[in-house]
């Protein structure tokens, strides 16, 4: 099975076209193609598509944002003041406006979909973090693999670190200080113990 990563940021996007495109960082994005005996719904329920959809929406629900940035676009304020310059009744008025809704429109389309790549970008990671970003068919050895990729450890190697912490807990001094601290307690109570010791005992008269 061939394994593809997607930008599900540009497939998803109503403004994007229909054919997949790689992702520009691919240790955030990645899926596989379905094989031939996996359902459309496998497919679809891959975190890289789950969270796009999530993106979409998020985004969609705050277009008063998306408008405010893209009017802030140099094109769009650039055509925007070509567009005030002219007199409704002036021949170049309807040329003036179609260039300013296009270039609003194409700043609109920058913006959302920059929006939806970071907010889907914020999805996916905190799902790696937390182990549950799913591939179909990913394998266990290729998952992995994965998790050291992007992660830089092993994914059992943390969970060893915390064992073995956990384990030491209480054997082990936490620094130079503590250990020379033991060292001189243990020496102490040595002597206390020797001094103790030696009072305990009763005196006895030497042998005639």
């Not at 520009?24 to 969270?51: C, H, K, L, M, W």
């Not at 009744?89 to 309807?94: A, F, N, P, R, T």
């Not at 179609?98 to 920058?110: C, F, G, I, K, Q």
């Not at 996916?124 to 068919?137: E, P």
Request: no cysteine.
């Amino acid at each position: 099975m061939k394994k593809v990563v997607l930008s599900s940021v540009v497939a998803l996007s109503l403004f994007a076209v229909a054919a997949p495109a790689f992702a520009e960082n691919p240790i955030n994005g990645g899926a596989n193609t379905p094989g031939a005996y996996d359902s459309r719904e496998a497919y679809e329920n891959q975190t890289e598509f789950v969270n796009g959809r999530k993106a979409n929406e998020y985004v969609g629900g705050h277009q008063d944002n998306v408008d405010a940035i893209a009017s802030q676009d140099p094109a769009v304020v650039e055509a925007k003041k070509e567009l005030d310059a002219v007199e409704g009744g002036s021949h170049l008025y309807g040329e003036k406006k179609a260039a300013y809704e296009s270039a609003l429109n194409d700043a609109r389309n920058a913006v959302r979909n920059s929006k939806i790549k970071e907010s889907q970008t914020t999805y996916n990671t905190a799902d790696k973090k937390q182990g549950s970003y799913y591939i179909l068919n990913e394998t266990p050895e290729q998952k992995n693999a994965r998790y050291e990729a992007e992660h830089g450890v092993k994914s059992n190697q943390a969970g060893d670190k915390a064992a073995d912490k956990a384990g030491d807990k209480g054997t082990t001094p936490a620094s130079a200080a503590e250990a020379k601290a033991s060292e001189a307690k243990a020496a102490n109570g040595a002597k206390a113990g020797q001094k103790a010791a030696g009072k305990a005992l009763p005196k006895t008269s030497a042998v005639k």
